[in-house]
């Protein structure tokens, strides 16, 4: 009896061990095959798992909306961490925001209102890129005396990127976790 079950524990640790291993071999195929469908980079995948990621931190009403920051980012040629860390700052993520005005950027003082959350993403965006980066200011330090009076703005928008930014390093390239169901 000894003898059965030992062998038993041999062949089917083996068995699990394999199983194991497909199982890590599937995460990687599924990530390489999301990331092959919807035309992404590792580097976007990152940043997307980065904002979603800590949107969820905070509860965040956006946490659907980190593919909306990406392609603002990337029509509009800004930091794709700069708008999420500015809707940090200014409204926690778009917790504390003007009712029913989808601003979470203090954009026109918090009182401009938006259809949802991606039409404000991507006109806050082009307003950014069009009234302070194409006008030399290029940095969070050198935007935030035109974007807020107050002067502590722009570092406390960079102690938000520098979050994002850490919550990407965290993201490891292969893992046996399924990020995308983060």
Known sequence: MILVTGLFLLFTGKVFADENLAGTSASLAYVNQSLQESNQSIDDYKKRMAIMAIFKK???PMV???DSFLAACKKYQIDCYLLPSIAGLESTFGQFIYP???NPFGWGGGYI???DWSSAID???SGIKENYIDKGAKTVWEIGPIYSTSPTWASRVNWFESQ???EEDKIPLFSSVNPVQL
Request: hydrophobic share 30%; aromatic share 22%; proline share 0%.
């Open 100 to 102: 029913d005005s989808y």
């Open 164 to 166: 994002f930014k850490s």
């Open 64 to 66: 659907g909306e980190a």
């Open 58 to 60: 905070y509860n965040s």
């Open 123 to 125: 006109t806050v965006a």
């Open 113 to 115: 209102k938006f259809n």
